[in-house]
């Protein structure tokens, strides 16, 4: 169902996304070992490789890293371990049906058993994800199979003592049958974390694919909705379809949530749209408090600021000043570029704006 709100495993769920499907098709065919999803939130990052993995056949394992960081405040090892065992046991039958073999695959990993419906690791045992993905390596390459492991949100691994953009690298360098997909919403940091472009980095100069989720079009969106409302049986008024992409702005999570209210829970247009800026609202809220927590005020002053229609530096300085007290201007600027980073602010023509007319909505609320 196109409506469904939980992040799509299908195909058939999932609307459009060709090129992008192809360019992971093309990826993985082509044997590359390294592809980085960049895309705003709620714009189907997940949803796109989560699709495109099981519709190509490849088996694999999706770790929600940002889950994992919110779980602990940090990234261990063996939390990311946990993580990628967990998902071998949830998807057991469906290796079988694709011929992949786990327990021949980890029969060299002693403390990690495999039966016919569980995966488990012996309590207490310590297992590297080196190991792990080397062994998964070795098997796929004997057997002509490639296996793909998924950091979902992935910039999150820089809370760690591990240097995970130096096992990253390893992985790439040596395990010819292993494709790492990343995927971050918050792409500035993501770029910071990988620091491809940086000689000294791990990752430098490594061959990478990168595929860019945009939001639909306006197009896009209108055929996503008529189509969702059809697969349901629901007959809409065209006015209202028109008005829910004018204000959810080709957001594809966002037109999902009107759609559910609309046609699934039948709440009427007007009612339906007003819940997704309010329950969405409340979501933004939670996470960009975690986001603006190191500077808190002075984070809400900016973003209240622009949610209210100050765009230009001298506006937003005023008000930040008004609210907060002095501030330098290096300290504003770092202040606006980590929004920038976050996906929370974008930054056109010497003007600030929020993107997100969700995560505008929220900002108005915003007390500094
Ligand atoms: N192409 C699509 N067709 C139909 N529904 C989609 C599509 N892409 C995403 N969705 C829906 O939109 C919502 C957000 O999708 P998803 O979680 O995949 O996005 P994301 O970019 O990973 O978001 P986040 O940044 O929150 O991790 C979900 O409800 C999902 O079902
Ligand atoms: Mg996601």
């Not at 939130?41 to 699709?51: E, Q």
Request: aromatic share 10%; net charge positive; with cysteine.
């Amino acid at each position: 169902m196109l409506f469904d709100v939980a992040p799509k495993e299908r195909r058939e769920d999932l609307y459009d996304r060709e090129r992008e499907l192809q360019e992971l098709r093309d990826a993985l065919e082509l044997g590359e070992r390294l592809v980085v999803v960049y895309g705003v939130r709620r714009v189907g990052k997940t949803s796109l490789v989560k699709a495109g993995l099981r519709e190509l056949e490849v088996p694999h394992v999706l770790v929600d890293v940002r889950e994992l960081y919110y779980a602990e405040n940090i990234i261990r090892m063996q939390a990311l371990v946990s993580r990628v065992v967990e998902g071998f046991r949830r998807q057991l039958r469906w290796y079988r049906r694709m011929g992949f073999d786990l327990r021949s695959a980890l029969r060299r990993i002693r403390r990690i058993r495999v039966g016919d419906y569980e995966v488990e690791v012996e309590p207490g045992a310590r297992v590297l994800l080196t190991s792990l993905l080397s062994e998964l390596d070795a098997w796929c390459r004997r057997h002509g199979m490639r296996f793909a492991l998924v950091l979902d949100e992935a910039q999150y691994l820089r809370f760690s003592n591990v240097r995970y953009d130096g096992v990253i690298a390893w992985a790439v360098d040596n395990l010819p049958s292993i494709t790492l997909v990343l995927t971050g919403s918050e792409v500035g940091l993501l770029r910071d974390f990988l620091r491809v472009d940086d000689p000294e980095a791990p990752l430098f100069g490594r061959y990478r694919r990168e595929i860019r989720v945009e939001r639909f079009s306006r197009e896009q969106a209108v055929g996503f909705l008529l189509e969702g409302f059809r697969e349901l049986g629901v007959t809409v008024g065209e006015g209202e379809v028109e008005e829910a992409v004018e204000r959810l702005d080709g957001i594809v999570g966002w037109l999902t949530y009107y759609g559910y209210y609309r046609a699934v829970r039948g709440m009427p247009h007007r009612e339906a749209l007003a819940r997704v800026f309010e329950e969405g609202s409340r979501l933004v809220l939670a996470e960009l408090e975690r986001a603006i927590a190191p500077s808190r005020r002075r984070y809400a002053a900016i973003l209240w600021a622009v949610a209210h229609g100050a765009s230009r530096w001298r506006d937003i300085k005023a008000y930040v000043v008004g609210r907060t007290g002095h501030i330098t201007d290096r300290r504003l600027s770092d202040l606006l570029k980590k929004l920038v980073k976050y996906g929370y602010l974008v930054k056109e023509g010497g003007e600030y704006r929020i993107p997100d007319p969700v995560v505008r909505r929220a900002c108005l609320n915003l007390r500094p």
